[in-house]
Nanobody
């Protein structure tokens, strides 16, 4: 079955760094656009960063220059390197896989990131 398992979240002080991972199985990872979303309670889900099958990336304005998305197709794993973290980055982060041609979309369960002193 399809699984997307996020890891790497936790508590970090402002200005610190975290690296999120999303290990995937049950689908052909290399053929999917992969994204990181975040959603705080009571707020809409926000696209944080995305990476296409060809390696093109896009970022929300709020994280440009601080976050870096990458993928390792050999390991079926998506990453999000988060630097210079701010308290407003505190929320749940979700891994997402999309293949529009197949109308296929999958989600992970999320990992909590808390930025606090």
């Amino acid at each position: 079955q399809v699984q997307l398992v996020e890891s790497g979240g936790g508590l970090v002080q402002p200005g610190g760094s975290l690296r999120l991972s999303c290990t995937c199985s049950g689908f052909t990872f290399s053929r999917y656009t992969m994204n990181w979303y975040r959603q705080a309670p009571g707020k809409e889900r926000e696209l944080v960063a995305g990476i296409t099958t060809g390696g093109s990336t896009n970022y929300a304005d709020s994280v440009k220059g601080r976050f870096t998305i990458s993928r390792d197709n050999a390991k079926n794993t998506l990453y999000l390197q988060m630097n210079s973290l701010k308290p407003e980055d505190t929320t749940m982060y979700f891994c997402n896989a999309v293949r529009a041609a197949m109308r296929a979309e999958f989600w992970g369960q999320g990992t909590q990131v808390t930025v606090s002193s």
